[in-house]
């Protein structure tokens, strides 16, 4: 396949493709970690998963689907057999373009018993339904939005606060599901009965009447203060009313319906916001009239769940044994105060009871993400050969993770070990987060001070506010990296600069000094001219709208990177966005400044059979390098969630030039040192390495005038010669270097 796409590339030399820029979703680099390979190095990381299992392919075994609250987006896992029976899950984003787009919360369950799960999802002030019509492949129907339900003021929708997660089962035991909500202040249990049995005689209708005024005669206004035996209707408890009567609002519960003892009645888990714990109820009622009877505010008695900020359950099979299991996961939309640890946030109890008399056993506290990379949250990526021996090295920074010495950011060295392996050589690279109080760590390498030695930095949050710091790079070109953190360079401060913003180092006015893009956390494009030097630079703003790019909060916090990616030597700004996609401006350096023009890419979509958009998770950060060695840059993308997503390039790698009567000879190809050129007219030279840089060039003034190159401090591999005429590339020929 390599040779395949070797021989493309060549073929195409001197044609012009049209300007599109393309990717596929890979998974193939293989990532080892404390010894281990990850099975599903690129899932994306998981911070508020909230899990359902669903049918996803044609075998009868259910899939997993999560939707992540943080991320706002779907992930879908198949069971895998291997060839000793054995089940495990396996990362396939193939079928998350297939479900319709989704916020908050989703759960999947079958209302119609049709043997397919129906989605169950957010709609302002309620509640969506999607009927699973799926027959080849997957499909939804939306018989909906919102779910009405009758009431005292007659039908109205089926309420429930953005924040929380119902619970959608058969309470009464009639065949058709019910739903069970905290009512509007978050103090109530209200059941919503479906009536889709009783006047119809089937489970296909969604027709619900509310019973009553809080079910289980229960009140709680809090998390550990339930109060039992209620006449929620005529007697009010205590502590339900402000002074002015006012009902008090405490929105933010969690859910669920099971039953515990095996009596055959449905007792109750709920989490709330402002509590750690989860609540076990204890139904002591009938089959018609559940009556709660006590709490267990420690559930289960053994590992009890605790997250430090509203946890919620979820009741699936997820060890493949045919008995549901618990899970359980923060329920937020972000680190609140930077409590939660989101490196393990997905608890998982096995269920070694049955599905209606569980007995659960604590298993472990990163369900699916320890066969992931999954750094907490805000993975920040970037390539860099670090150790020196010819290959691109991975360093990640993230937004922080608890450790002994309180909430800090780190970075991780993965160290290419060659053939598309990584492995992961440290979490704490040059031992930042053990020395200093930071967070959301950015890294960055680039020159920063002139010399030609590509330096590392990075751009942080710390308590003082924004930091930009970069370690001057002691080594010779190509070598491995000298860093001392004691000699770290702190930038001026910049103006305008904040929590949320993505610097980017690059010459845009081509004046020979590191200007300062940053991508903003309101959606816009900051540009800020280095009037001062390369070793002093002083940043001036110069546009604060750069290509037009105005403020928009769905696509903001846009993180930047440059790269060539069609390789025509010219620069394409990639800009990514909070919402998970990415746009490129193709040529960056020729585009209007007034007025950018965004070219089309996409992601190969298995579904559609084509390239589309497709989501990638959130607040998305892109790192640029040719990782298998096919000429063609790969993108390698952070997600809030803290993981990565490995998209490999597609891009046709583009040489515009005009064949005519005009001849060179570029020799010798392979080369083990020098590279000559003999052409016969005046020409300008170019040697251009993988990522599209040029790293050095001439002018020939004369015909017939040999050129000639020295590659000795380079490293062995790819690189590019490329001869342009009055401004305009004639010929561009590949030169391999072997030593």
Avoid at 151 to 169: H, R, W
Avoid at 270 to 289: K, P, Q, V
Avoid at 375 to 389: H, R, T, W
Avoid at 629 to 648: A, E, H, I, S
């Amino acid at each position: 396949m390599k040779k395949l796409i070797l021989l493309l590339i060549l073929l195409n030399l001197g044609k012009s493709f049209g300007q599109s820029f393309t990717f596929k979703i890979d998974n193939s680099i293989n990532f080892i970690q404390n010894g281990q390979s990850l099975r599903n190095t690129f899932a994306g990381g998981l911070n508020a998963p909230q899990f359902s299992t669903c049918k996803l392919n044609a075998d009868e075994v259910e899939d997993l689907v999560i939707f992540d609250r943080t991320a706002q987006k779907i992930f879908t896992f198949i069971a895998k057999q291997d060839n000793s029976g054995k089940y495990s899950w396996q990362y396939a984003p193939e079928y998350e373009t297939a479900f319709p787009s989704i916020q908050n919360w989703m759960l999947l369950v079958d209302y119609d018993k049709d043997g397919k799960k129906d989605i169950f999802a957010y709609t302002s002030s309620g509640i969506k339904v999607y009927r699973n019509v799926s027959t080849t492949s997957i499909a939804w129907e939306l018989v909906a939005d919102p779910i009405y339900t009758t009431g005292y003021s007659g039908k109205v929708n089926l309420y429930i606060a953005t924040t929380d997660l119902p619970a959608i089962t058969d309470i009464d035991n009639d065949g058709d599901l019910d739903i069970v909500v905290f009512d509007s202040s978050g103090n109530f249990l209200l059941f919503h009965k479906n009536f889709s049995q009783e006047n119809y005689k089937d489970a296909t209708h969604l027709e619900f009447k509310r019973i009553g005024d809080c079910w289980g005669n229960l009140f709680k206004e809090y998390f550990d203060d339930a109060r039992f035996d209620q006449d929620c209707g005529s007697n009010t408890p205590v502590g339900n009313s402000t002074a002015n009567g006012q009902k008090v609002t405490h929105a933010g519960n969690s859910i669920l319906v099971i039953d515990l003892d095996g009596d055959g009645l449905k007792d109750a888990l709920y989490g709330y916001i402002g509590a750690t714990n989860i609540a076990a109820l204890s139904n002591g009622g009938t089959l018609d009239r559940t009556s709660f009877k006590k709490a267990d505010y420690n559930f289960p008695n053994q590992h009890p769940i605790n997250f430090e900020v509203f946890p919620a359950v979820y009741y699936e099979d997820v060890d493949f044994d045919g008995i549901k299991d618990l899970i359980a996961a923060p329920n937020g939309y972000d680190n609140a105060l930077q409590t939660v640890n989101f490196q393990e946030s997905a608890w998982f109890y096995k269920n070694t009871g049955k599905n209606d008399f569980p007995k659960f056993e604590f298993q472990q506290t990163n369900f699916l993400q320890n066969s992931m990379i999954d750094l907490g949250e805000n993975a920040s990526p970037v390539f860099v050969d670090i150790d020196g021996d010819g290959d691109k090295d991975l360093l990640v920074g993230n937004a922080g993770n608890i450790t002994s010495t309180g909430y800090r950011a780190n970075i991780s060295l993965y160290e290419n070990k060659g053939n598309k392996n990584f492995e992961l050589k440290t979490n704490d690279f040059l031992e930042i987060a053990k020395a200093q109080q930071l967070y959301e760590i950015k890294p960055f390498v680039t020159d920063m001070n002139g010399d030609g030695v590509d330096d590392f930095g990075f751009t942080a949050n710390s308590p003082k506010g924004m930091t930009i710091q970069y370690l001057p790079n002691k080594a010779a070109k190509n070598a491995a990296f000298a860093l001392n953190l004691s000699e770290a360079v702190t930038l001026p401060k910049i103006s305008n600069l904040s929590n949320g913003d993505s610097p980017l180092f690059f010459d845009l006015d081509n004046d020979g000094k590191k200007d300062l893009l940053i991508g903003k956390g309101s959606g816009r494009i900051e540009f800020q001219k280095n009037t001062g030097t390369n070793q002093a630079p002083v940043y001036t703003l110069a546009k604060e709208e750069l290509g037009g790019v105005t403020s928009d909060y769905l696509s903001g916090n846009l993180s930047l990177s440059v790269a060539d990616l069609n390789g025509d030597g010219k620069m394409e700004l990639i800009a990514a966005t909070r919402g998970g996609y990415f746009r490129i401006y193709k040529n960056i350096l020729e585009q209007n400044f007034n007025q950018f023009v965004e070219d089309n890419s996409g992601i190969w979509n298995e579904t559609l059979g084509k390239y589309a958009s497709f989501s990638l998770g959130g607040m998305l950060s892109i790192a640029i390098a040719d990782i298998d060695d096919d000429l063609v840059p790969d993108m390698m993308v952070g997600t809030n969630t803290g993981g990565l997503r490995f998209l490999k390039g597609t891009t046709p790698f583009t040489v515009t030039a005009t064949e005519d009567e005009r001849n060179s000879i570029v020799y010798p190809n392979p080369t083990t040192h020098f590279i000559h050129i003999k052409n016969n007219y005046p020409a300008e030279y170019q040697l251009i390495d993988i990522t599209g840089k040029i790293i050095a060039s001439q002018k020939g003034l004369n015909t017939n005038q040999e050129i000639v190159f020295d590659l000795s401090n380079q490293n062995e591999g790819t690189y590019f010669v490329r001869i342009l005429a009055e401004g305009k590339a004639q010929r561009t020929e590949k030169v391999l270097l072997k030593k």
